[in-house]
């Protein structure tokens, strides 16, 4: 179905459509080769509550927006690769059901449909759009190592070569369910004493419990502020490593014995959200 749609009328104006609906804030959507594959509203897991957000399929991004009038205007878009994606179902808890996690390097969120089946539908089409795009990938680059190995390192210096992200941004733990910090277990949240989310696990704690940065590799090049736990692993894990990679460094080059070391948001969104779920369209 995918492939009949490519460079069709019909698909361009409905990709025109979903431009206009975003208006001059959204970046331009149509590329040749890029199909919509359906869309839908699900309800997003934000740091504050629950919102609804629109969300659109291409046969190679998600986007998603803040609905400001039901299938005519939508702002805030967000565009993720889906060579970056990764999903996890999630299992049904009290008013929380029919939901999956979407795992990308830079950002991770839990997002629910209104019933089982629409989990289903938008889980098979995205994990079948994510297989094709990086199948397409991966003979794309047989066939240029074949002409030539020079050309297909051009190639992949141009286009980044799709493949697989294999660390992914923690999901924050959602502000309404930490009354307290939940690294020292005693500080109580107030006006005052405010929540922060550590990078790295995602978990709410206080100032005091996240007052150290690390550099978090692919979600930024700037230090990000990480609970107390996290930065203690992730120093030990960064000193054990440089550690190692010394030890090899001075180790003889005929050497055989063992250096001794281990080998080894949505922040603040004002918008309201009076819409109900609509039932996912897929073509």
């Known amino acids: 179905m995918v492939d009949k749609l490519v460079n ?34 699900l309800t997003k897991m934000c740091r504050k509550r629950p919102k609804a957000r629109q969300f659109f399929l291409f046969n190679d991004i998600l986007v998603y927006g803040n609905i400001v009038i039901g299938k005519k205007k939508y702002n805030k878009q967000h565009l993720i690769p889906l060579e970056e994606v990764q999903l996890q179902a999630l299992e049904d808890n009290g008013q929380y059901r029919n939901g999956w996690l979407i795992r990308t390097a830079t950002k991770s969120f839990a997002v629910y449909a209104a019933t089982q089946t629409e989990k289903q539908e938008w889980m098979a089409h995205i994990n079948k759009c994510i297989e094709d795009l990086l199948r397409k990938s991966i003979l794309a680059a047989r066939v240029w190592k074949r002409l030539h190995f020079l050309i297909m390192i051009i190639f992949y210096s141009q286009t980044g070569g799709k493949k697989p992200v294999e ?5 924050w733990v959602p502000d309404s369910e930490a009354t307290i910090c ?14 922060h989310h550590c990078r790295n696990c995602g978990a709410v704690v206080c100032g005091p419990c996240s007052s150290k940065k690390f550099i978090l590799p692919g979600q930024s090049n700037k230090p990000l502020r990480v609970c107390l ?55």
């Open 8 to 41: 069709s009328e019909a698909n361009a104006r409905r990709i025109q459509m979903v431009e206009n609906c975003f208006g001059t804030s959204g970046q331009p959507l149509f590329l040749p080769g890029r199909v919509l594959v359906g869309e839908g509203v």
């Open 229 to 283: 736990d996290c930065y203690d692993n992730l120093t030990s894990i960064k000193r054990d490593g440089n550690k190692a990679h010394a030890g090899n460094n001075n180790k003889p080059a005929n050497s055989t014995e063992s250096s001794g070391e281990d080998d080894s948001g949505d922040d603040e969104e004002t918008l309201k959200d009076n819409v109900t779920h609509d039932e996912v369209s897929i073509s």
């Open 182 to 195: 939940m690294h020292c277990k005693k500080t109580q949240f107030t006006m005052i004493n405010r929540r």
């Open 167 to 171: 660390t992914h941004a923690a999901v």
